[in-house]
């Protein structure tokens, strides 16, 4: 046997081994500093006697990023359409909160009860083009909307 050959290869295996470890680390170090941005549905609570509003809150965790639009999406069609009149700065570890007005609730609520959705996505972008998205089942959204009536009753007939 010859042994210099064996121990060329060997030595071909472990360097080989050795580059996909050191790109895996660079990969899991670079990781906190990727745009991470979480998109939630909910209801904003008042201390004060107005009635709770729907709000899609934006959670970032990472960089810096611009907020450009946020859309209420089924099967990849727009059903609901929330400008934001100008790009809004999301700083690292903050939270912007868009309050919907009724005439995008009421479009919301359109769609749910004309099309037997079950789950609608909720799109963010920013002004890069780059998507952060979220799902929410359409049995919370009632909830959410019963509370928000007092009334404890799902609407919709869901």
Same mark, same amino acid.
């Given at each position: 046997?010859?042994?210099? !050959? ?12 050795? #580059? ?9 170090? !670079? ?5 991470? *941005? ?10 004060? =006697? ?15 990023? @611009?907020?450009?639009?946020? $859309?209420?999406? @089924? ?8 400008? *934001?009149?100008?790009?809004?700065? *999301? =700083?690292?570890?903050?939270? @912007?909160?868009? %309050?919907?007005?009724?005439? =995008?609730? /009421? #479009? *919301? ?5 004309? &099309? /037997?959705?079950?789950?609608? /996505? %909720?799109?963010?972008? /920013?002004?890069? $083009?780059?998507?952060?998205? &979220? ?5 919370? @959204?009632?909830? %959410?909307?019963? #509370?928000?009536?007092?009334? $404890?009753?799902?609407?919709? $007939?869901?």
């Amino acid at each position: 046997m010859n042994w210099d !050959l064996f121990w060329s290869a060997f030595g071909a295996i472990g360097t080989t081994a050795g #580059a996909f470890l050191a790109a895996a680390s660079i990969i899991i170090a !670079l990781k906190p500093y990727r745009k991470r *941005l979480t998109v939630k549905f909910g209801m904003k609570g008042y201390a004060d =006697e107005k009635s709770p509003e729907f709000s899609v809150e934006c959670y970032n965790i990472g960089e810096s990023v @611009y907020l450009e639009t946020i $859309g209420i999406y @089924y099967k990849k069609k727009i059903i609901v359409d929330c400008p *934001l009149w100008e790009p809004q700065l *999301l =700083e690292t570890n903050s939270v @912007y909160c868009y %309050i919907m007005d009724d005439r =995008e609730i /009421d #479009a *919301l609520n359109h769609h749910i009860e004309k &099309s /037997d959705i079950k789950v609608f /996505d %909720i799109y963010v972008y /920013d002004v890069q $083009g780059k998507r952060y998205q &979220s799902k929410m089942d359409v049995e919370w @959204y009632n909830h %959410i909307v019963a #509370a928000r009536n007092g009334t $404890g009753v799902i609407i919709n $007939g869901r």
